[in-house]
T-cell receptor
Framework: GENVEQHPSTLSVQEGDSAVIKCTYS??????FPWYKQELGKGPQLIIDIRSNVGEKKDQRIAVTLNKTAKHFSLHITETQPEDSAVYFCAASRPGGYQKVTFGTGTKLQVIP | KAGVTQTPRYLIKTRGQQVTLSCSPISGHRSVSWYQQTPGQGLQFLFE???????NKGNFPGRFSGRQFSNSRSEMNVSTLELGDSALYLC??????????FGPGTRLTVL
């Protein structure tokens, strides 16, 4: 089955700096890669996603890159703010709409004011 | 548009009991997936229902079961509870494609 590795497990940055979280996946058939943000006491919130036919996607301060050959994808957050502090999860799933999504182990991001 | 709702939000049970959790998806969404989240194992896929049919299942014992009703609402049942079943149970809905939207979860504590 699919295996998703996520690094680092914790990340502290100064407000205004950039944060990068990296994930690798094992199943070359995976074609959908979402990123979720989970705040304390809440469910994961989809913040951005990318499909295997796209190399990069941006949404304001958030961007995701995908390298299909190396089977890794990354989340980039620029100009970090204290409200970006949360746990971030990457995930991967295969085509077909069958929602068997495999998640990474999470990265706890702390933005220091 | 209302989000995914889960009830109850918190639950305390004792070993051996059974529990039923409920999930109401976003209006128009026909797919409901369930996940277990624990500090040790992270987010693990339990199963997914689409139009009242289970389409996919994760690697959990048969004590974990679910169903989906004609209005897309879903329930998850855990029988003969064990201490290790203590977790946050998350439900996610989708129109049937890839994008999933999660509810706030049900925090289950087994004593």
């Amino acid at each position: 089955g699919e295996n998703v590795e996520q690094h680092p497990s914790t990340l502290s940055v100064q407000e205004g700096d950039s944060a990068v979280i990296k994930c690798t996946y094992s199943d070359s058939a995976s074609n959908y890669f979402p990123w979720y943000k989970q705040e304390l006491g809440k469910g994961p919130q989809l913040i951005i996603d990318i499909r295997s036919n796209v190399g990069e996607k941006k949404d304001q301060r958030i961007a995701v890159t995908l390298n299909k050959t190396a089977k890794h994808f990354s989340l980039h957050i620029t100009e970090t703010q204290p409200e970006d502090s949360a746990v971030y999860f990457c995930a991967a799933s295969r085509p077909g709409g069958y929602q068997k999504v495999t998640f990474g182990t999470g990265t706890k991001l702390q933005v220091i004011p | 548009k209302a989000g995914v709702t889960q009830t109850p939000r918190y639950l305390i049970k004792t070993r051996g009991q059974q529990v039923t959790l409920s999930c109401s998806p976003i209006s128009g969404h026909r797919s409901v997936s369930w996940y277990q989240q624990t500090p040790g194992q992270g987010l693990q896929f339990l199963f997914e229902y689409f139009s009242e049919t289970q389409r996919n299942k994760g690697n959990f014992p048969g004590r974990f079961s679910g169903r989906q009703f004609s209005n897309s609402r879903s329930e998850m049942n855990v029988s003969t509870l064990e201490l290790g079943d203590s977790a946050l149970y998350l439900c996610a809905s989708s129109w049937g494609g890839d994008e999933q939207f999660f509810g706030p979860g049900t925090r289950l504590t087994v004593l």
